[in-house]
C-alpha cells in the first residue's frame, strides 16, 4: 500500500499576526523597544530580527512593507494547461520549463529517508516572501539541510501548487505563484511511497476535511494552536536532518 509512514504537516502564519498572538497571550505583556540590541538576519539589503520583524540595516526604526522587498519576478505559467498537469520531475537545466518535461500519473518511490513537500503557491508570499536577492526562509532552511542531507539525494524535495513537481533549484523554492488545491494534496499524499514526508504549507490550508484526512494518517501537525512563523523553519534544520540519515 502506498502512503507515507510518518506525516507531518507544518502550517506558516504571516509573522505580526503570529507575533501578535503570542503577545496577546504572554504572561505578563513585555514590549519590544526599538532601542535593544536587534539581532540581523540579512534578507537582501534588509535585516530580519525575530522579536522585531523587517527593519534597515542603518535605520531600524523605519517601516519595511514585504510588497516593496520583493522585486524577483516569477515565470509565467500558462493557465489552462497548468490545471491538467499532476507530478512533474525537473531539473536545475529546465528551471524556467515551469512543466519540466512530462507529466506523470502515478509517484514514484524515492530512495531518499525524507521528503519535503514545499508550498510555493501565491499565498505563501505573504508568509515567507521573496527578497530582491531572491531569498526567502524556505529557501535557507534548505541551504542549511543540504549540509547534511544532499538536496534531492539523502532528502527528496517537492515543491506545489495546483502540481507537484520535483524542485529543480532552491531558487525555485522562493517562486510564489499558482493557487492550492486541497483535494489533489491529498491525492498525492495517499500516493505517495515515501518512508516520511513532511509538508510545509501556509495557515489557510488549515481546515476540516485536510486535517481529518492528516489525522486519519495518524499525522502530526504543527503551527496549528502555536501560531509558527517562516524564520522558525530554520530552528527546524537539525530535526530534518535526523531524519534524513
Not at 506525516?7 to 526599538?34: C, D, G, R, T, Y
Not at 540581523?40 to 523605519?62: R, T, V
Not at 526562509?137 to 539523502?154: A, I, V
Not at 504549507?201 to 486535517?211: L, N, Q, R
Request: with cysteine; hydrophobic share 35%.
Amino acid at each position: 500500500m502506498a502512503a507515507p509512514r510518518s506525516i507531518e504537516v507544518w502550517f506558516i502564519s504571516a509573522h505580526k499576526k503570529a507575533e501578535l498572538e503570542k503577545m496577546i497571550n504572554a504572561q505578563p505583556v513585555k514590549w519590544f523597544s526599538k532601542t535593544a540590541e536587534l539581532e540581523c538576519q540579512e534578507m537582501g539589503d534588509f535585516c530580519f530580527d525575530p522579536q522585531y520583524g523587517l527593519y534597515k540595516k542603518d535605520d531600524a526604526s523605519a517601516t519595511v512593507e514585504g510588497d516593496k522587498v520583493e522585486t524577483q519576478k516569477a515565470p509565467s505559467i500558462p493557465a489552462a494547461k497548468s490545471l491538467d498537469r499532476d507530478l512533474i520531475n525537473c531539473d536545475s537545466s529546465n528551471y524556467f520549463d515551469i512543466f519540466c518535461g512530462k507529466a506523470n500519473q502515478q509517484s514514484k518511490s524515492s530512495p531518499a529517508k525524507l521528503d519535503i513537500w514545499i508550498d510555493t503557491s501565491s499565498s505563501m508570499r505573504e508568509m515567507d516572501f521573496s527578497d530582491k536577492e531572491g531569498g526567502c526562509f524556505r529557501k535557507s532552511m534548505m541551504k542549511r539541510l543540504d549540509e547534511s542531507c544532499g538536496f534531492n539525494k539523502k532528502v527528496n524535495v517537492m515543491m506545489f501548487d495546483t502540481s507537484i513537481k520535483q524542485a529543480g533549484s532552491m531558487d525555485s523554492l522562493c517562486v510564489n505563484q499558482g493557487l492550492n488545491d486541497p483535494k489533489r494534496l491529498m491525492d498525492w499524499i495517499e500516493r505517495s511511497e515515501a518512508q516520511k514526508l513532511v509538508i510545509i504549507t501556509d495557515i489557510y490550508e488549515f481546515h476540516k476535511d485536510f486535517s481529518d484526512f492528516i489525522e486519519k494518517k495518524n499525522g502530526k501537525f504543527k503551527g496549528d494552536k502555536n501560531p509558527m512563523t517562516a524564520s522558525q523553519l530554520l530552528d527546524m534544520v537539525d530535526e530534518l536532518a535526523r531524519s534524513c540519515r
